[in-house]
């Protein structure tokens, strides 16, 4: 099965957007890597954002011995989305400080889409008629109102005219945003790559312990980790289900930094998703049953359908 994968990336990819209904969304670069003995492991993924969860879209395998992706490869995974999903429209694409170059940048902004980065704090920006470190920029950052900065002119940042937003993170370093359009909430856009970190390890250790298996091949890791992700999707969806059916118990999380609070689901829309779907595969796995045709049915519908409590499988869910 994983040498002789049927599923093809086209059609695992558009079926995924299908499944959430993604007409238009932000697209998320990041690398997972890990090792196995002497067999390193390194997949370049795009997801998309969608309701603060990442869905994965696409992945390539990196044979750079565990290192960082080159700008064509970069560029390589944005061109396959752009020809196999031509009907999604792209937001911004949202990356890591390892992700930003001069090529990359170039290109995208060559191709007029928007993109929000981080950049490393030793890159060289203008000042005016120099050249500073970006690092150098506002000394005294901890003293502004929420200690954040978005500027609304441009500087020359990766060869680029770019806009720049820094903002002080909770372990008290400064992040640095750039951005080729300007948006006066560049920091909160950027916070949804976070996203694909969380999806990531929903594929390892929180969740399918994708690190524990003992497959050694490229293509057999490619062909798993796409297995894996529709099961991923699917327990995302059940939870979304889940919580607009009987919605999780909220808990409150406190930012030391600038004494903020944020809301969030006690339980992951993921974790209340993998757990029915494990009940339903362990009691219900069987065509013939109810229950298990009704999850079906309800896994193919839009995600803000209204569902008919009365179904047996809603009784299941209400129960959990």
């Known amino acids: 099965m994983l040498d002789n994968n049927s599923i093809s990336d086209t059609l695992y990819a558009n079926t995924t957007l299908k499944l959430f209904c993604i007409k238009s969304c932000s697209l998320v670069i990041d690398r997972t890597n890990w090792q196995y003995g002497s067999i390193d492991f390194n997949l370049l993924v795009l997801s998309a954002v969608w309701n603060d969860v990442s869905i994965p879209v696409h992945w390539v395998h990196l044979e750079n011995k565990g290192g960082n992706s080159n700008s064509q490869q970069r560029i390589a995974l944005i061109e396959w989305f752009i020809i196999n999903c031509p009907d999604i429209q792209i937001d911004y694409i949202l990356a890591d400080r390892e992700f930003p170059s001069q090529e990359f940048i170039a290109w995208l902004n060559n191709k007029n889409i928007a993109f929000i980065f981080r950049s490393k704090s030793s890159v ?49 370093e400064k992040v640095y945003i750039i951005s080729n359009t300007r948006q006066q909430n560049s920091a909160d856009i950027y916070r949804k790559r976070w996203t694909i970190e969380a999806m990531f390890a929903k594929f390892k250790t929180k969740g399918y312990n994708l690190e524990s298996t003992r497959v050694m091949k490229h293509n057999r890791i490619i062909s798993l980790f796409k297995f894996i992700a529709i099961a991923y999707c699917y327990a995302c969806k059940l939870g979304i289900i889940a919580n607009k059916l009987k919605p999780s118990k909220l808990k409150q999380l406190k930012n030391k930094t600038n004494n903020t609070k944020r809301i969030t689901l006690e339980r992951s829309i993921f974790n209340r998703g993998a757990d029915l779907l494990k009940i339903f595969v362990d009691n219900y796995l069987s065509y013939k049953t109810v229950i298990f045709k009704q999850l079906s049915r309800i896994l193919s519908l839009p995600p803000n359908t209204c569902i008919n409590k009365r179904l047996a499988i809603v009784k299941v869910i209400m129960k959990r």
Do not use: C, M, W
Not at 131 to 142: A, D, N, T, V
Not at 143 to 165: D, G, H, M, W
């Open 124 to 172: 060289l920006v203008t000042d005016n008629d120099r050249k500073i470190k970006i690092s150098k920029l506002f000394p005294k950052l901890h003293q502004y109102p929420n200690k954040i900065k978005a500027e609304s002119k441009v500087r020359r940042i990766y060869n680029s005219r770019l806009f720049l937003t820094i903002r002080i993170n909770q372990q008290g």
